[in-house]
């Protein structure tokens, strides 16, 4: 992977110095303008094509052609330049070519590095990884900056191509040692695609809606800074391989300044100053390199100037940026920054060609009014700066408040006057152990050397779980020498921290790891045993080399024979991890087990596993309440790909009813457009209690991704299906009631007390399956309109004050328009009536069924519970003119319809 990006990045520094001095060369800066909007334009395009063509087709197969197309351009273009055939609509279209593979190339790489590697391994190695594109960068403007003026431009594009080439090898070897290791599960659910719409989450958070403006004030600048940048160059070098050699020479330069910077000064001028300055650095150093060169216009000013945007942007900049989604969600910063990173990176800089259009082309503006203009925008950023510097440091103060204990509220106040960072400081040297446990966790998003010594200092902390989530911390810090005490550590027995070090102490082994793990594997005691089987299971996935010599398979079935020694929940895990499925009969008895600490770890291993034996079994333990979180998680845990087997298990009944009722809270815990697409197809189900989970779910995925979209016509069309079957339960409900009060007025004597107490049960479920219909109406009803604001009209309406329901019924009169208010209205305004006297009754304005057409209706239902409340009544009632209905079950599959039928046979024959 290393050498894959240094490939990728080596070629973009030779081709974008050689195709940006052509372009200047042939067509001059004044054209930048109008090829900015036109890379804008093409890359927001390619963008949402891209993502299309990713859900479509495999990545291998994307990558490749994309590797193929490349060449083939770059093969075209070095041939173009060699005949002598270029011209202005082939120097634009390679110039939007190179800003295209940028973006693309970069893309693809870190896709496919998150399907090669899991969370844990990615933490470890994405540093170590990313130098190789820092590596490239310079490799690659160095070469094009020496060779550029002695064989030409064209050769230059050849020897790209050629290094492009070696990429091939490079992927059909990752792909053969890693992803084709990785079953369809594993691949689909590390290919994770963003759904929903990231703008409206920006737009929602002013936090990161001035993280946007800031970043698209900073690409603005960026962008005139380096028009002008090219602009001198091009008029003071006029030799197209004396212009690439210099932008090359200079892009490798800001490389290496911005890598020293990284590596010697990005730490402690952040550590030091903190967020706020370290962001203002970057603008500060253009404003005074903008009035530096109206004072003094020359190339080496405007050098300077480039150069405090290349080496700050990707040093101190960059560092100061990852700091600031710090405070945010997890789940946030991913479905956002990306986002943030490409499409306003894309309309910043076609704003910045249309600017540049108006000033240069139709005012005719010179260098002078590009950097008044850069001045002035340079101050509106350094203002995002401080408002997004305040928003920063209010997340994070909430943030912190929420960890706390109520009894500990002074704690936020502590960070209040403080920077962050030294906010930061301050709860790892006296917060509560919420509070600790937090800051660790944010801390492991971002693995900040600077707090290396104060994570140090945690593993003296009395709890236990602190302890943990600092060796934690420490093993993604990657500290270069041991500086804990490893046996004291592993001494206190306990699962989760005796882990953490095992890793930390691994993670230091350099070339004596099969020392340690012959060492370890073989201790007294047995948590340390397990502990070191587990982590060999982990280190060697995907290494077989590992898993032979030091015997896994073998320390595996040793271990499972020692029936003295009880199973430990890590030896569950290390079966899920390691992949011998002859060892997984010992996962699937587990799963039995009546010891709760086994069959969750029972639980998580078959999660771990990812392997489709284990679906059936885990879906059998949804029903209990104790471990129903755990099952969620773990298949969940199986990715995307176990979406449509979920939806095939409920439809086609191959699990029980009790099981299909909470495949809708597992499809729900993917919250993406996949599980809204399954739930929806369990919609239609025929089982009611089914429809209300699906329901349910949808509205709880609306609730907490308000960006995803659902299909409003699909909506509508159900709340419509969902109106028809509420008036048909309301029409049979008030059957029962006339009929039930027109009992009541008879004498004791005419009607039964087994007749009544069979009427009253009937009336009770139709009134529960009432309910549950409201439910759903207006639970579909918030996935079309304010979720929150039709959420109060549904309490409203089950309000048993009477003001609160016509108000409630008001604004519905008010929120609902055309058939759907024609249709709901007249159920919601009956529903809120009380039926219990003749005046009730009397207002009744549908047609009512008769107690013939009622049980017709009801007994068509496909639900038993409904059918066998109306056969038992039947029974009680022994009217003949009811036997048709009920010898229609009498032949029935389902045993116990059956059974009533036959029995108020009996008693009607008997009557």
Request: proline share 3%.
């Amino acid at each position: 992977m290393f050498f894959y990006i240094f490939l990728i990045i080596s070629v973009l520094l030779i081709i974008k110095p050689t195709i940006n001095a052509l372009f200047l060369s042939e067509l001059g800066a004044e054209k930048l303008s109008i090829a900015y909007v036109l890379v804008a334009l093409t890359a927001v395009l390619s963008s949402l094509f891209y993502t299309r063509v990713l859900a479509k087709f495999g990545l291998n197969h994307i990558i490749k052609t994309t590797l193929t197309t490349s060449i083939i351009v770059l093969v075209a273009l070095g041939s173009l330049l060699k005949l002598g055939l270029m011209n202005t609509y082939l120097l634009f279209f390679f110039y939007i070519w190179v800003a295209i593979y940028a973006v693309l190339s970069a893309s693809q790489f870190w896709v496919l590095a998150n399907l090669v590697f899991n969370v844990r391994d990615a933490k470890r190695l994405f540093g170590f990884i990313g130098s190789g594109a820092i590596l490239g960068g310079i490799f690659g403007g160095y070469l094009t900056s020496i060779f550029a003026p002695l064989f030409g431009n064209e050769i230059m594009i050849f020897i790209a191509a050629l290094l492009l080439m070696g990429c091939f090898p490079l992927l059909r070897f990752i792909w053969r040692l890693r992803v084709n290791k990785l079953d369809e599960f594993k691949q689909k659910k590390r290919i994770s695609l963003t759904d929903g719409h990231p703008y409206k989450l920006i737009k929602k958070s002013r936090h990161l809606t001035y993280m946007a403006l800031t970043v698209a004030v900073g690409v603005l600048v960026a962008k005139l800074v380096d028009y002008l940048f090219s602009d001198f160059a091009a008029k003071s070098i006029e030799d197209p391989e004396e212009l690439t050699s210099f932008l090359a020479f200079w892009f490798s330069s800001f490389n290496l300044l911005s890598l020293a910077v990284q590596l010697f000064l990005t730490h402690r001028i952040v550590g030091i100053w903190g967020v706020g300055f370290s962001l203002l650095l970057l603008p500060l150093g253009i404003l005074f390199g903008a009035v530096f060169f109206l004072i003094l216009p020359e190339l080496s000013a405007i050098v300077a100037i480039k150069a405090m945007d290349g080496v700050l942007k990707q040093s101190i900049n960059k560092s100061a940026s990852e700091l600031l989604v710090l405070p945010l969600p997890f789940e946030l910063k991913s479905r956002t920054k990306s986002f943030i990173d490409v499409v306003v990176d894309s309309i910043a800089t076609g704003f910045a060609g249309l600017l540049l259009i108006f000033f240069v082309s139709a005012l005719d503006l010179g260098t002078t009014s590009i950097t008044l203009l850069i001045i002035g925008l340079v101050l509106v950023w350094i203002f995002f700066v401080g408002v997004l510097r305040k928003e920063y440091y209010a997340t994070f103060r909430k943030n912190l408040e929420n960890a706390s204990d109520k009894t500990t509220g002074n704690s936020a106040e502590k960070v209040k006057k403080v920077s962050v960072v030294e906010g930061m400081k301050s709860v790892f040297s006296s917060g509560t152990e919420e509070q600790l446990l937090f800051m660790l966790n944010k801390l492991m998003e971002i693995n900040d050397r600077r707090f290396l010594d104060d994570v140090i200092r945690l593993l003296d902390h009395p709890s236990l779980k602190v302890k943990a989530a600092a060796m934690r911390n420490l093993y993604f810090l990657n500290s270069a020498t041991m500086v804990v005490n490893i046996n004291e550590l592993l001494g206190y027995g306990d699962e989760e921290l005796t882990l953490a070090t095992f890793e930390y102490l691994l993670l230091h082994s350099d070339q004596n790891e099969e020392y340690i793990f012959d060492q370890f594997l073989d201790a007294e005691s047995p948590l340390i045993r397990d502990t070191a089987l587990y982590c060999l299971a982990l280190e060697s996935a995907g290494n077989m080399t590992l898993k032979s010599r030091h015997d896994l398979a073998g320390r595996l079935e040793k271990r499972l024979a020692q029936k003295e020694t009880p199973l430990n929940p890590l030896v569950l895990k290390t079966i899920g991890t390691a992949g011998y499925s002859h060892y997984y009969p010992v996962i699937m008895e587990s799963l039995e087990s009546k010891n709760e600490t086994l069959k969750q770890a029972a639980i998580i291993a078959a999660g771990i596993s990812m392997r489709p034996m284990f679906i059936n079994k885990l879906l059998h333990l949804l029903p209990q309440k104790a471990t129903r979180p755990l099952v969620v998680e773990a298949l969940n845990n199986y990715g995307p790909g176990i979406l449509p087997i979920l939806v095939s298990h409920v439809k086609n009944r191959t699990v029980s009813l009790d099981i299909c009722r909470f495949v809708p809270v597992v499809i729900k815990s993917f919250m993406s457009k996949e599980a809204v697409h399954s739930l929806f197809l369990l919609f239609d189900d025929v089982d009611l209690s089914i429809r209300l989970e699906v329901v349910r779910a949808l509205s709880d995925i609306r609730k907490e991704r308000p960006t995803l979209r659902f299909n409003r016509f699909k909506i509508v069309a159900k709340i419509f299906e969902e109106c028809k079957l509420y008036h048909q339960t309301l029409s049979a409900m008030h059957t029962q009631i006339i009929i039930s009060y027109r009992n009541r007025k008879k004498s004791g004597a005419t009607v039964n007390s087994e007749e009544r107490e069979a009427r009253a049960s009937l009336l009770e479920l139709l009134e529960r399956r009432l309910d549950s219909g409201l439910e759903r109406i207006f639970k579909l009803l918030g996935l079309k309109y304010v979720q929150e604001d039709v959420q109060n009209a549904y309490l409203g309406l089950l309000s048993p004050k009477e003001e609160s329901r016509n108000k409630a019924i008001e604004f519905l009169d008010n929120l609902l328009t055309g058939n759907l208010k024609q249709k709901l209205l007249p159920i919601i305004e009956e529903a809120t009536m009380d039926f219990s006297s003749e005046e009730s009754i009397q207002k009744i304005k549908h047609a009512i069924p008769s107690e013939m057409e009622c049980f017709e209706q009801l007994l068509q239902v496909p639900d038993v519970n409904l059918r066998l409340a109306v056969i038992y009544l039947i029974g009680k009632q022994k009217d003949s003119r009811f036997k048709p209905l009920l010898e229609r079950f009498e032949t029935d599959d389902n045993p116990k319809l059956k059974d009533f039928a036959q029995k108020a046979l009996e008693e009607i024959s008997l009557s």
